[in-house]
């Protein structure tokens, strides 16, 4: 949500929180959870086309059941037991004949005997969906929040207006960084996060990674490795900077490098609902290559001669000897 524009995060912000404080409102708005498809229920017009369970053909003029762009008997539907309303809660009920009726109804019941009996009775109403915790900013995170997005955008505007994709990949690599995966707009983000907040600092932990701001985690991770089999699992979300700097040559060579002031933000907002939110981490460790195994004989690849366990280093498929100086032509 990040990089929306400030009108857009309100609009998401006031729909999470009708979600949050009234459930049962949020979904008579048509918001949150999508409501599941309704089955409709036809003659089959043409009698070419065919059940997706039993794959046999629906005959002319006979009942079959549609759901999501899929057409069944009706027998077959029922056993799938994807669909738990009434008969006459299907689509296309009410313009059956009362034979047709019937036969759905001993398939699927009536809707008022599946309801609960309390429901039915006028007991009470249904009950409604427990509020969940709201998380909210204050007014003061609002204001700076909303002067981030402003900034950014008016940045990327000015960037999008001026400067072609090459202008943007040599703008990173100057700074030390580089293209990734997700086209013009991922680039784009990329480099507008490093004006207007300073270029994020190489990784602590492995000392050589990159640090990418992400979306999903709400913070910035490492692209680096720790070894040469483990990713750097490395995330925060107040990096060390150093300034953004544009070449000379560039400037030379594009006016608009030469005389805009990129407006300069100390540090990255995060909204109180981001700050709950724990760093995801790309991707878990895999398992240790170097593993132990017991040397039997001499005739083994590696012979142990106390006798005992030896460790073996395997690469890319090969076991590697650690004491060998050069590799032995076989």
């Known amino acids: 949500m990040e990089w929306l524009k400030w009108e857009d995060q309100e609009r998401v912000r006031a729909r999470i929180k009708v979600i949050q404080e009234d459930g049962a409102a949020a979904e008579e708005m048509g918001i949150g959870t999508p409501k599941p498809a309704v089955p409709k229920v036809e003659h089959a017009k043409a009698g070419s086309g065919k059940c997706f369970t039993c794959k046999e053909k629906i005959p002319k003029g006979e009942l079959r059941i549609g759901y999501k762009a899929s057409n069944y008997h009706p027998q077959c539907f029922q056993t799938l037991n994807v669909y738990q309303g009434g008969a006459d809660e299907i689509g296309g009920f009410e313009d059956l004949i009362d034979g047709e009726k019937q036969a759905l109804e001993k398939l699927f019941g009536k809707a008022a005997e599946k309801r609960p009996a309390k429901e039915e009775n006028g007991e009470g109403p249904p009950k409604k969906k427990e509020k969940t915790e709201t998380v909210e900013d204050d007014p003061e995170t609002l204001k700076k929040l909303k002067k981030q997005s402003d900034t950014l955008w008016a940045v990327r505007e000015k960037f999008q207006e001026n400067l072609d994709s090459h ?164």
């Open 167 to 330: 202008e943007m990949e040599e703008l990173l690599l100057a700074n030390g960084r580089y293209k990734t995966k997700g086209g013009p707009d991922k680039m784009l983000d990329q480099l507008i996060d490093c004006a207007v907040f300073g270029v994020p600092a190489k990784c602590t932990k492995c000392e050589n990674g990159t640090l990418f701001f992400s979306t999903s985690a709400h913070a910035y991770q490492c692209m680096g490795n720790i070894s040469e089999y483990t990713r750097c699992m490395h995330s925060t979300r107040k990096p060390d900077r150093v300034p953004f700097r544009i070449p000379s040559k560039m400037k030379k060579s594009n006016e608009f490098l030469a005389s805009y002031q990129i407006p300069q933000l100390t540090e990255r907002v995060y909204s109180a609902a981001m700050l709950k939110e724990v760093p995801l981490e790309k991707a878990k460790p895999g398992p240790s290559l170097t593993r132990t195994v017991g040397a039997t004989s001499e005739k083994s690849f590696l012979s142990s001669k106390s006798g005992g366990r030896q460790k073996m280093l395997v690469k890319n498929g090969c076991t590697v000897d650690p004491a060998a100086e050069k590799a032995e032509k076989l």
